[in-house]
């Protein structure tokens, strides 16, 4: 147990490098969590028969992909980052990987910033190729759960996001401090959690489009629990009573209008 107290003291973040460029963990993982979302739904279409062709799913992870780039970056500049105003009027600077000349990256995504980035380019997918909206986003409901699994592997192998202190004896020393592994209890609970609360309401949906307001019920009741056991952003702190993040904020907000969203329309299809 102790080699793993202190994992970050003996892991390097860079898994290698391509020339004088590093390759992070945190890269790789979150290509894979793409890529894997993509295979995880061509295999939902198949097993399901679904009425949505494989190769359309390709042409829409592109809509998909960039929004969600787009949106986690600005997403992140909007709702965390202290520096806002200088992005704003410096546009171009915002997906700029070098920092004082040194190749770092891009730094700072959010993940509610790239729920927005992806229902926008799912909107526009689905209005150019006239594909019925409910649909495609039922089959994201059931895709990208497991997929976020890897996303979150990487915000820890990346050393970010870091825990609450703690006593656990299963606690990650950061900077000397022990602490939660909280990027794994969102693994587990974000992404293998929330999936078998889709995976098995799959079985009572009674309109198109439901499963993505059960993803978004369930996602924001999980992140909220999680984040009880993750730091605070340190730009921002504590937004509450010395205990309620702004993650855990905006959390909640996304199962409300999730729950809202869902009493909607599971109203308006008993009128229909």
């Known amino acids: 147990m102790e080699a793993w107290n202190h994992i970050y003291e003996r892991f390097d973040p860079v898994a290698f490098h391509i020339f004088s460029l590093p390759v992070h963990w945190y890269g790789m993982m979150y290509v894979l969590a793409l890529v894997s979302a ?3 739904g061509k295999y939902f ?4 028969k679904l009425d949505f062709q494989a190769k359309e799913l390709d042409v829409y992870f592109i809509y998909v992909e960039i929004g969600v780039i787009l949106g986690a970056r600005l997403g992140y500049i909007l709702f965390y980052d ?3 105003l200088e992005y704003l009027t410096h546009p171009w600077q915002i997906f700029n990987p070098f920092e004082n000349g040194e190749f770092v990256g891009i730094r700072g995504m959010s993940y509610h ?9 799912t909107y526009f997918y689905s209005k150019k190729h006239k594909v019925h909206i409910g649909k495609i986003l039922d089959l994201v409901a059931i895709s990208v759960p497991l997929a976020f699994v890897f996303g979150r592997i990487g915000n820890f192998l990346n050393q970010e ?6 006593d656990v004896p299963w606690g990650i020393y950061v900077d000397g401090v022990l602490r939660h592994p909280s990027q794994l209890y969102e693994a587990l609970l974000e992404g293998v ?4 609360v889709v995976y098995l309401y799959r079985r009572y949906q009674s309109y198109a489009g439901e499963l993505i307001f059960i993803y978004a019920i369930s996602y924001g009741l999980f992140r909220f629990i999680a984040e009880i056991y993750r730091a605070p952003d340190a730009q921002i702190g504590y937004v509450c009573c010395d205990m309620i993040t702004q993650g855990q904020v905006m959390s909640l ?3 409300v209008i999730g729950l809202l969203g869902w009493a909607y329309f599971k109203n308006r299809s008993k009128k229909i």
């Open 253 to 255: 907000g996304m199962s």
């Open 161 to 166: 996001l870091i825990g609450r202190e703690t």
């Open 45 to 48: 279409i198949k097993k399901d």
């Open 82 to 84: 202290t520096h806002t």
């Open 38 to 40: 993509l295979y995880i």
């Open 193 to 196: 959690g929330v999936f078998m």
């Open 113 to 121: 910033g790239a729920v927005i980035g992806f229902l926008l380019g």
